[in-house]
C-alpha cells in the first residue's frame, strides 16, 4: 500500500507545479507517492491520470531548469536515429533518441530529472548523451510512431500493407457449401477487416458492429458512448466478413444458426496487442457481429482519472482497506462497471493478498489475479465458482454479476466470514440496488450486515478542451435543471460542444459519474425494515450522499461535461 502522503515534504519539481498553481498540494503528494510506487517519473503519471495538462507542466518544468521546450512535431520518425537505443530502454525511460551529433546522442525527455534514463542509454550506446525536454502527452505519441516505425512486423499500417498485422486464430472445418475458411483468406477481406480494427482502435472506439440487413450492410462505431457509422461495403461481402471475423476469433463457422463467443488477439508490433471480445447473433438476414475492444491499460490508470469526487474517493478506498464486507458497482452495460472493478482490484494487488475473480468472461487479463472464466455448459456457474473459491484460502473474491439469489447468498455469507467481495448488479441506482437484492429473495438482515457501499455510475462524454465554448443560461432554467441557489449565487460558467480536428463533435474521452453510497447505520436499519428504494434513497441524501443526477451537474459547473451530456446520461 502506499505510504502515508502527510509524511511527504514536496521539493523540485512536485513544489514547483503547485507554485505555478497547476497542482494541489494534496494532488501533487499522492501523484509524488504513486509515481515512485509506479517507479515512473512524475510527469508521466500526471499526464497520464489526466492531472494536469502537459504543456504547462513541460513549460514549468523548463522555467524551473532553465531550459527550453522543444516541439517534437519537427520531428519526422523517419528523420530519428534508427535502432541507436534499445527500445525496451526507449519504452522503460519514455525516452526517444532525436539526433547524433559526433560522439553526443540527444535525448527527448519530459522529465529534465530523469537521470537514470541518460546514464542507462550513455552506458548502452557508448554515446555522451544530453536531455532535450519536451511535452510529455507528445511524446509518447512520438515514442509509439518512432518504435512502430522501426519494427518490420508492424508496417506503416497504410491500406496497402494491412496483410502484415498478426492475428491470433484457428482455422475452422468448411462448412455446408457457403462459405469457407479458404474462401476468406483472400487479400480483400483480411485487408478490409485489419483496416476497420485498426481504425477503431486509432480512433479510440469501444466497439466495433458489423451489421448486414435486406439490401444494405453497415459497419459502426461505438466513440465515447456514441455510436457512428463509418462504412458500407457491399451486402454480398456479408458471409465472407461474418466467416473471416468467426475465424479469427476461433468459431464455428458453419454454425449460423445460435449466438457465438469469441476472442480475437491482434498484435499490431512487438510491443503491442490488443485483445477484442468477439459476439455473434442471427438476425433476419445474417449474422450481426459486436466487437468489444479490450484495452489492458484501463486496469492501471488509477482512481483519480475515473472521475471520483474527492469525497467519494474517499469512501471508495475507506471501503477497499476493510478486511470483509461487500462493495457493489452497479450501473447499465457499458457504463464502466468493470474498471471500477479492476482499478478497485489492482489497489489490493499485493503479495500479500489473495485475489480471485470469477467472470464472464474476463476482460482483462491482471498479472497477480486468479482470473476464472464461468461455463455454464460444463456446470461452472458464478456460484460453483464462488464455492470453489472458499475452499482456495481467499482474501478478495470478485464475482463479474450476481444474478440469482444462489449466487447472492453465497457471496453475501463470504462477505460475512472474512472475506471482501466485490460484485455488479443491473440496477439504475444504489437504493434500487438494495431492493433488488431483496426481490432476490435475500434476507434483508443479510443485506444489511454485508453490504458496505454501492457504486451507481454512468459515463459521460468530456469536453474537448480545446474547442468547448461559453454559455449563457438564465438562472430560472438553471434551477429547472437542478442546480441550488448556492451553486448559482456562487457562480460557474457552462460550457457547450463546439467541435474540432482534435475531437468528435466537441467531446473527447468519457469521465465517469458516480453515486457512492455508504451502508450507515440508519440506512441499515431501513434496510431491514424493507423500506422502499424511494425511502432509501431520501435518506442516503440526508445522511450527504450525492445521487447520479446531483454529481452530473457537478461535472458541468467544472467544466468537465456539458449540461446536453449531463441530461442524456442522468435524469431527474
Not at 502506499?2 to 501533487?28: W, Y
Not at 445521487?547 to 457537478?554: C, D
Request: charged share 25%.
Amino acid at each position: 500500500m502506499a505510504s502515508d502522503k502527510s509524511n511527504v515534504t514536496l521539493t523540485g519539481l512536485a513544489r514547483r507545479f503547485v507554485e505555478d498553481g497547476l497542482l494541489e498540494e494534496d494532488v501533487a503528494k499522492d501523484a509524488y507517492l504513486q509515481a515512485a510506487n509506479n517507479r515512473i517519473p512524475l510527469i508521466t503519471y500526471l499526464v497520464q491520470n489526466q492531472l494536469a495538462d502537459s504543456r504547462k507542466l513541460a513549460f514549468a518544468a523548463a522555467m524551473e531548469f532553465g531550459v527550453s521546450v522543444l516541439d517534437l512535431n519537427s520531428f519526422l520518425p523517419e528523420m530519428l536515429p534508427e535502432k541507436l537505443v534499445d527500445e525496451k530502454l526507449v519504452r522503460k525511460h519514455s525516452a526517444l533518441p532525436l539526433y547524433k551529433r559526433g560522439n553526443r546522442l540527444f535525448i527527448a525527455v519530459s522529465d529534465p530529472t530523469n537521470i537514470q534514463a541518460l546514464d542507462e542509454i550513455k552506458f548502452n550506446t557508448g554515446l555522451s548523451t544530453d536531455a532535450i525536454l519536451v511535452d510529455d502527452a507528445a511524446l509518447r505519441v512520438a515514442i509509439d510512431k518512432y518504435l512502430e516505425s522501426q519494427d518490420d512486423s508492424m508496417g506503416n499500417l497504410d491500406d496497402a500493407d494491412l496483410e502484415g498485422v498478426e492475428t491470433e486464430g484457428g482455422d475452422q472445418d468448411e462448412d455446408d457449401g457457403a462459405v469457407s475458411a479458404t474462401d476468406v483468406d483472400d487479400a480483400p477481406i483480411v485487408k478490409y477487416v485489419n483496416k476497420v480494427l485498426l481504425d477503431a482502435i486509432r480512433g479510440g472506439a469501444s466497439d466495433v458492429h458489423f451489421e448486414p440487413y435486406e439490401k444494405t450492410y453497415r459497419v459502426r462505431y461505438r466513440t465515447d458512448g456514441i455510436l457512428k457509422e463509418v462504412s458500407k461495403p457491399s451486402i454480398k461481402l456479408a458471409p465472407k466478413l461474418s466467416a473471416r471475423i468467426k475465424i479469427m476469433a476461433q468459431m464455428d463457422i458453419s454454425e449460423r444458426r445460435v449466438p457465438q463467443d469469441g476472442r480475437i488477439k491482434m498484435k499490431l508490433s512487438k510491443t503491442k496487442a490488443i485483445d477484442f471480445r468477439v459476439n455473434t447473433l442471427p438476425t433476419l438476414w445474417g449474422e450481426k457481429i459486436v466487437l468489444r475492444i479490450l484495452d489492458p491499460s484501463q486496469a492501471q490508470m488509477g482512481i483519480d482519472v475515473l472521475g471520483y469526487e474527492e469525497d467519494q474517493k474517499d469512501l471508495y478506498m475507506e471501503a477497499l482497506q476493510q478486511p470483509q464486507g461487500m462493495i457493489l458497482v452497479t450501473g447499465p452495460t457499458g457504463s464502466g462497471k468493470t474498471v471500477s472493478l479492476y482499478t478497485g482490484l489492482n489497489i489490493l494487488n499485493t503479495a500479500e493478498i489473495n485475489i480471485s475473480t470469477a467472470e464472464d468472461p474476463a476482460e482483462i487479463n491482471l498479472e497477480g489475479i486468479n482470473q476464472v472464466n464461468v461455463n455454464n455448459r460444463v456446470g461452472l456457474g458464478f456460484a460453483e465458482a464462488l464455492r470453489a473459491f472458499l475452499r482456495q484460502d481467499p482474501d478478495v473474491i470478485m464475482v463479474g454479476e450476481i444474478r440469482d439469489l444462489e449466487t447472492a447468498n453465497i457471496a453475501i455469507k463470504a462477505a460475512q466470514t472474512g472475506h471482501l467481495v466485490l460484485s455488479t448488479l443491473h440496477t439504475n441506482s444504489a437504493a434500487e440496488t438494495l431492493t433488488r437484492m431483496m426481490n432476490m429473495g435475500v434476507p434483508s438482515f443479510n443485506i444489511a450486515t454485508s453490504v458496505s457501499l454501492i457504486i451507481a455510475q454512468r459515463l459521460g462524454r468530456r469536453l474537448c478542451s480545446s474547442c468547448k465554448q461559453p454559455l449563457e443560461v438564465p438562472k430560472e432554467t438553471l434551477l429547472k435543471e437542478g442546480f441550488t441557489e448556492e451553486q448559482i449565487d456562487t457562480g460557474f460558467t457552462l460550457f457547450t460542444p463546439k467541435g474540432c480536428d482534435k475531437c468528435n463533435g466537441g467531446y473527447k474521452g468519457r469521465v465517469g459519474i458516480y453515486e457512492v453510497v455508504k451502508v450507515t447505520e440508519s440506512l441499515a436499519n431501513m434496510i431491514m425494515e424493507e423500506a422502499s428504494s424511494l425511502a432509501i434513497a431520501r435518506e442516503a441524501q440526508k445522511e450527504g450522499f450525492r445521487n447520479l443526477r446531483q454529481s452530473a451537474l457537478r461535472k458541468v459547473i467544472e467544466g468537465v461535461t456539458s449540461l446536453e451530456e449531463a441530461n442524456r446520461v442522468t435524469k431527474d
